[in-house]
């Protein structure tokens, strides 16, 4: 079973670590979910009309505990994308966090 935690200096070392963003209410609804279970990935995930943004990372969370050691529930976007760089080193997640910075300067 893995355990919910927020980002700590002690978690940052681990390399298989889901990363869960917070909660976006800008542009749309939606919240953003890190990995390397299989390659560096990042999805999307937009909560329609309807959906409760929050009863849905909510469940994502417990989703990913049931399959992953550590779940790092991150409260802000530009510290998990600039995670997600420093932690899986690629172009993918360098634009992750120049697409993340670029959107945060016009909001």
Known sequence: MGTLTRL???RRKSSTDDLVGPAVRRDG?????ATSSNGFR???MSA???IDLDEMRE?????????????VDMDDEIEMAG??????????????RKSVE???AFA
């Open 8 to 10: 700590t200096p002690a």
């Open 83 to 96: 995670l997600c760089e420093r932690r899986w080193p690629s172009e993918k997640a360098k634009a992750l």
């Open 48 to 50: 329609g009309e309807g």
């Open 42 to 44: 990042v999805d999307c």
């Open 59 to 71: 469940a994502a969370n417990a989703e990913l505990l049931a399959r992953s050691t550590v779940v």
């Open 29 to 33: 609804r939606y919240f953003m979910v």
């Open 102 to 104: 670029a959107e945060l």
